[in-house]
Every structure is written in C-alpha cells, then in structure tokens.
C-alpha cells in the first residue's frame, strides 16, 4: 500500500516496543526521529537502522523541553519493567507526567497527532475481569506501583484535557504485557527473567504461588494494532486496550517455557511483590470493532521465536 512519507518522532524509540516500532514505520516509507535517553533501551537496539537515511536517533530526555519538525508523535518513553520504574519512582512520575506535557505541547506547536502508549496498569489490581476500558480501576495510589500506575493515569488524562481543551488530535492505548524479541534480558519482567532462567539451567523464580494470571500480547501484534490506531481518523481517541485475551497463571507460563526450551531448571518460589495484580486479562471487543483488529500469534509459537532471540543473545555473551 502507497503512504504518504510522514515525520514520525517515538519517544522511548531505543526500547523494546519502539525499536520494533521504528522498524515498522521505516518500513511504511516514514521518516523516523527516535528520541529516548538510553535508561533502559540500548543503541544496540536499532544500531541496524542507523544506515539508512529516513532514521535519526537523539538522546534526549523528554521531562525537557522538545522543538523538531513532526507529524505524528508515538510517546513510549517510560521504563515498563517493575524492578526499573521502582528503582527512580520520582523520575518515573516525571517522566510520565512531564514527558507527556511536552510531546502534547509540541503535538500542539506542530499540529501533529500523537498516541500514547499507556498501560493496564491504570486498572491497578482489577475488581472487574476481564478489563473493559469503562473499568476505572483499582489503584494504590501511594504504594511502589503508583509512580508508574497513577503517573500513566495522570498522562492520560493530560491527553484528554489537551483534547477538550485545544482540539487536537489524541489516540491513547492501553497495552497489556507485551513480550518478545529485545526485552532487556536483566529487566526483571517474567517472560525475559522466565527465558533466560530456563536458558542458563537456573531456577526459575515464580513470586508467590504463581496461580496470579497475565495475558501476554507478542510484540508484532501489538505494532500492528498501535499502528492502525494511529491511522483513525479524528474522532477516534480510545483509550483502547491491546492485548492477547488468552490468559495464563505464571505456573503455567513457567512450565511452557521448560517444554520449550527442554530445560532441566527447577521452579522456586519467592515472595510476591507488595500490590502485585491478581488477575488481568483485556477485554477488546473495541479494539476489534474500530481496528479491526485481533493478536495473530498464540503465546506458545511467540514464546518459540522468543527463546530463539535470547538463545543467541546468550550464546553471543
Ligand atoms: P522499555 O523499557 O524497553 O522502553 C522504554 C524506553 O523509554 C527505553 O528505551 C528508555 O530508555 C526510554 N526512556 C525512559 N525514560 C525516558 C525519558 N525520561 N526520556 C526519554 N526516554 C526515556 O519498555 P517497553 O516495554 O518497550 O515499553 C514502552 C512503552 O510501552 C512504555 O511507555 C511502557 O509503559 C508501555 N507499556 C509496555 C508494556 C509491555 O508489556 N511491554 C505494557 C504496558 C505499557
Ligand atoms: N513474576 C514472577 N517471576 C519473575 C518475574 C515476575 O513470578 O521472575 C510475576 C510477577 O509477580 C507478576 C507477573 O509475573 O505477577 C508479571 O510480572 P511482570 O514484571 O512481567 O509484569 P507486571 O504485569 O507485573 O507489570
């Protein structure tokens, strides 16, 4: 399909999500600004796109200030792993906070359209399952989740205020846990921690009983969807939830890893976080009805090409 050739700018562009996000829009014939400060994303990440004209990569921090030319603005920037957006609560909330005031300012500046990419967090420890988006959550507002759970909320509604209040164009997406090829193998997440444990023959840490559950999206999916979201035409704001509705316990996650890799690791059990969601699974009946969209990839086959990338990963170090 012909595309006109936009300015896009991803914030947090060197991660996990938007390298894979870089990819794609060069890949629609975009040119890309990758913008992120390097605290969990790597250069390595899209050192294979800096050969190629239409991509720029900035280290900048977005809780300043930013003036570029765009048309479309993807806001990713904020660490999404529990161990690093605990370890600087307060710059998480700034990031959150300041970072989403000066992509909608410049969005205004500009004109652009701009997405964030929020979370299922903002539903906190859910009451209701599975979550719609007219669920309004269950969140500890002062507890070690809530730099990252109320500053996501707080992102949203600045989206929503910018909307009402100056016109512009918003898309907000709620993304549930995401996984796949570049997740940081130290970045404490429990597909990357899970894989790597069960690749080096270490004992695979289940937290608490492992009977709390997850539904997890693989990476392609999730593009495609913020992607289509992005292409709706004004009116259509979201917030949207993108996710993979198959939901699984951590037990079980754990023992399809093992099958997968024909690992001998053994499974320990260490204590659970403090406010650590029981449940969570997406409802998307909307992301259907206005994307069109559903995940096309079953855990058990992106569990594989995962494994893959972080067996070679492994081999390499
Ligand atoms: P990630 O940690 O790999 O990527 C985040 C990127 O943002 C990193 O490259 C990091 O260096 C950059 N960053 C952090 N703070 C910054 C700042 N102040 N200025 C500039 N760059 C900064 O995580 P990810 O999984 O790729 O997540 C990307 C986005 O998607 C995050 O906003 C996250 O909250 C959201 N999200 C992800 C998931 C998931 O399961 N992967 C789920 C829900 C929401
Ligand atoms: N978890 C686990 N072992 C690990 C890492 C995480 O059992 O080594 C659990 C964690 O307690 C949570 C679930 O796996 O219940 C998902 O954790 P993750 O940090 O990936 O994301 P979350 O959905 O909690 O933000």
């Known amino acids: ?54 991509f720029e990569l900035l280290r900048h921090d977005v809780t300043a200030p930013l003036e570029v030319e765009v048309d479309e603005i993807y806001n990713l920037a904020c660490p999404a792993s529990p161990v690093h957006y605990q370890h600087d609560p307060v710059k998480t909330t700034k990031t959150n906070v300041h970072g989403a005031i000066n992509m909608l300012d410049l969005a205004q500046r500009k004109g652009a359209k701009i997405l964030q990419a929020s979370t299922s967090e903002v539903y906190g420890d859910p009451a209701v399952h599975p979550q719609s988006e007219e669920y309004w959550g269950n969140v500890n507002p002062i507890g070690p989740r809530s730099c990252y759970d109320e500053g996501k909320r707080c992102a949203e509604t600045l989206f929503f205020d910018y909307r009402r209040q100056y ?15 570049r997740m940081h193998p130290q970045d404490g997440r429990v597909v990357s921690n899970f894989i790597v444990q069960a690749l080096r023959g270490e004992d695979i840490t ?39 509705p198959a939901e699984f316990t951590m037990l079980d996650l754990a023992h399809l890893v093992i099958e997968l890799t024909g690992s001998a690791a053994r499974l320990v059990h260490r204590p659970l976080p403090e406010d ?42």
């Open 276 to 317: 650590d969601p029981r449940q969570r699974c997406p409802d998307i009946a909307k992301a259907r009805a206005l994307l069109g969209w559903q995940p096309t990839v079953a855990l058990r086959d992106g569990l594989a090409r995962t494994i893959g990338y972080f067996d070679a990963l492994l081999s390499a170090d």
């Open 167 to 181: 016109g512009l164009g918003i898309k907000v997406v709620r993304i549930f846990n995401t996984y796949g090829p």
């Open 206 to 244: 289940i937290y608490g009983e492992g009977t709390q559950t997850r539904s997890f999206c693989y990476v392609d999916d999730l593009i495609e969807a913020m992607l289509r979201l992005m292409d709706t035409g004004h009116d259509v704001t979201g917030p949207v939830n993108i996710g993979n």
């Open 1 to 54: 399909m012909r595309m006109t050739r936009k300015r896009v700018l991803v914030t947090g562009g060197a991660g996990f999500l938007g390298s894979h996000l870089c990819e794609r829009l060069l890949a629609r014939g975009h040119e890309v600004l990758c913008v992120d400060n390097f605290l969990t994303g790597q250069r390595a990440n899209v050192a294979h796109l800096l050969g190629d004209a239409r």
